[in-house]
């Protein structure tokens, strides 16, 4: 297996009344009916993906609460700041808050620019939901950054390329390893590391982490690797209090 590409950003979450640090949820009343069609939910959670320059490398990242955007943490290692490119506003800069080296995960705190935020952006952060074996084959929709075609006149990137497949599998690497992944037929590329993973309903079920272009030798086509959300949620606590593990 290869990692796919480099950076993302940052990651918010509220306190709970128990102080605990939870991810937001949609509201009940909120959610969307799936209808089979990923176009309207593109159009409401594109403002919220983002690109992620981190040195010489780049990636994608979204924004979980304000001022807060998560990507993987092979994209931004070594880091301490990274520039986070929209689609046609000008880019801000993201301090690495927090990581953790062994679920790929990390948060980043944007610093400077946050004006320059699009509304729906700044309004909240994307809606996570729940997967299980019970939504293999159900359809998800991949956003990222690795089709980006320049830079616009006030440093814009365009709006993140979409991608459609089908949840092919949740594997379980072990607690010591990467934890529980959702494995994906939806291509995706370098550049779209750290890039969220949507169900019909437009909740957030993972993040790109890994493309398994081998297995014994031989060239493995269409097998790709998320984060799943539960891992997200589990090192959440400690990457909102800026810890960095190894």
């Known amino acids: 297996m290869r990692l796919v590409d480099e950076r993302i950003a940052t990651v918010l979450a509220a306190p709970t009344p128990a102080g605990r640090v939870s991810l937001p949820g949609r509201t009940i009343g ?19 993906v983002f690109q992620i320059e981190a040195g010489s490398g780049k990636g994608t ?18 880091e301490t700041s990274v520039v986070v490119r929209q689609a046609n506003s000008p880019p801000m800069t993201a301090l690495v808050a927090g990581w953790d080296a062994a679920k790929d ?4 705190e944007i610093t400077a620019g946050q004006e ?16 299980s074996t019970g939504d293999i084959a159900s359809s998800v929709l991949v956003l990222g950054f690795s089709g980006s075609a320049g830079l616009t006149e006030f440093g814009g990137v365009g709006g993140a390329t979409a991608n459609v497949g089908v949840l092919s599998q949740i594997t379980n690497f072990g607690p010591q390893s ?9 291509p995706v590329d370098p550049g779209d590391s750290g ?7 437009g909740e957030v079920i993972g993040m790109i982490r890994l493309a398994r272009l081998s297995s014994g030798g031989k060239r493995v086509v269409g097998t790709f690797y998320g984060i799943h959300i539960n891992e997200i949620h589990k ?8 810890t960095f593990s190894n």
Not at 64 to 76: D, F, M, N, R, Y
Not at 178 to 186: C, E, K, M, P, S
Not at 195 to 201: E, R, S
């Open 30 to 48: 909120q959610s969307r009916q799936p209808d089979g069609n990923f176009n309207s939910v593109y159009r409401e959670v594109w403002p919220s």
């Open 116 to 131: 320059n935020l699009h509304t729906a952006a700044q309004r909240r952060g994307l809606q996570t939901g729940s997967v």
């Open 178 to 186: 990467f934890g529980v992944n959702l494995t994906i037929d939806a």
């Open 235 to 242: 090192v959440m606590p400690s990457l909102k209090a800026g």
């Open 105 to 108: 995960i990390a948060l980043l």
């Open 61 to 78: 990242g979204w924004m979980i609460g304000p001022g807060l955007i998560l990507t993987v943490q092979h994209l931004v290692a070594g």
């Open 195 to 201: 890039g969220p993973v949507f169900n019909l309903a």
